[in-house]
């Protein structure tokens, strides 16, 4: 017969079932909090990376607009201070670059939610010991990702020709931060055929570009958006027809396919009946490049008549979009036989047109001749962003200028 209370043994086991219980409600707690103190530590060292270079979250129109404290410098910070305090008296600094959440501990942004500071020595990784399993943040590739990225463009006058004998009067000065709180600059003259290029010098940011034409004190300038690990490809256009010679030109158009057609086709049955309108009817009839990769349309263009003199250059325009975000255009053209193309240059999401000149003929090497002009194929390699994400083109022509 059972007493009315509980045996020795009984109260045993409900000391140990409720020491189990307690022990995995421990165990339990630890875990989600050991969850808490990893997400927070991964989203403050996220913050910090952002800090450091920039927020690509901050687009306006279609660029990047936040670059931190590398963008504003031009060189990564030495420590984590660097991003609250100036570390020289920089001009250019613009801090501070991260907030402090916890204002009676100034140094909390360098400290994990464990307490521990973070390992950062001015590379590009930050990192956290936690509890015992680290984890590191990567801000960039490489170094030279934030601080060497390159660009290349092209010069043009309003009518859109290129300096040719006049390159040498033409100065590309690009500005941008020296790593020690001022700016700097790297000028280049452009080719013949109004090529530059600023290679592996140019640091993440927001970056004044100009081109001045000595001979006619004319300037052409624009900012960039330099993003890591980036070749930027620009235009540079003076705002006076400065290369014309005489201002005589032949506008030529397709008639007929050429030596490439890989394009598709949409309002119209030929390729080159897609784009060979006088006036532009964008939508209306158009090839298509449903691809992220390049596909090419050469066309069969109209020979030229009563035409004489030296021939200064041969340019290809063409009026061309993206559907989405991703779109490039090349112009080009075929004489003797090879294609020759031109920058690669981005597409915008409205028609716009785009433009390449060859002052001299790539084939020889030499002026063009206007046998040689009756050869040319002209057209442009094109590509969208995928399948559902094309590039268009509506409308194709060359332009010749010459001096009788």
Request: with cysteine; aromatic share 8%.
């Amino acid at each position: 017969m059972r007493s009315n209370g509980y045996t020795l043994v009984e109260m045993i086991l409900v000391v140990v079932i409720i020491g189990i219980l307690a022990s995995v409600a421990i165990q339990s707690l630890n875990k989600t909090e050991g969850n808490r103190r990893l997400d927070d530590t991964m989203a403050e060292m996220e913050e910090i990376a952002r800090a450091i270079v920039g927020d690509e979250r901050l687009i306006s129109s279609g660029a990047r607009t936040d670059f931190g404290y590398v963008g504003d410098i031009g060189s990564l910070p030495s420590s984590l201070d660097d991003l609250v305090t100036n570390p020289g008296g920089y001009a250019t600094w613009k801090g501070p670059y991260i907030r402090n959440n916890f204002i009676e501990n100034s140094e909390d942004y360098k400290r994990d939610a464990w307490d521990n500071p973070y390992a950062y020595t001015g590379g590009i990784t930050i990192a956290s010991s936690t509890d015992g399993s680290p984890i590191t943040k990567q801000l960039a590739a490489s170094t030279g990702d934030l601080i060497s990225n390159t660009i290349k463009g092209v010069i043009r006058d309003k009518a859109g020709l290129p300096p040719s004998d006049s390159a040498a009067n033409v100065n590309v000065t690009v500005y941008y931060p020296d790593g020690s709180g001022s700016i700097t600059s790297a000028t280049t003259s452009p080719s013949r055929s109004g090529e530059f290029s600023f290679d592996n010098q140019v640091p993440i940011g927001i970056h004044l570009i100009r081109a001045v034409y000595s001979s006619a004190s004319d300037t052409a300038s624009k900012y960039l958006a330099v993003n890591p690990g980036s070749i930027i490809l620009t235009e540079l256009r003076f705002p006076s027809e400065l290369w014309a010679g005489t201002g005589v030109t032949v506008i030529l158009r397709p008639i007929g396919a050429g030596l490439l057609t890989e394009l598709a086709t949409e309002g119209c049955v030929a390729n080159w009946q897609c784009v060979d309108e006088v006036s532009s009817d964008e939508d209306g009839t158009r090839v298509i490049r449903a691809s992220s990769s390049y596909g090419t349309d050469l066309y069969e263009i109209s020979d030229p008549t009563g035409t004489a003199g030296a021939i200064d250059s041969v340019i290809v325009y063409a009026t061309a979009r993206r559907e989405h975000t991703l779109g490039d255009i090349r112009l080009s053209i075929s004489s003797g036989g090879f294609l020759y193309t031109g920058v690669e240059q981005a597409l915008d999401s409205l028609y716009a047109m785009y433009s390449y000149a060859w002052p001299i003929n790539p084939n020889t090497g030499l002026a063009w001749t206007w046998p040689e002009i009756s050869d040319v194929e002209a057209g442009a390699i094109i590509r969208g962003q995928n399948v559902g994400k094309p590039a268009y083109i509506t409308q194709i022509w060359m332009v010749v200028a010459y001096t009788n």
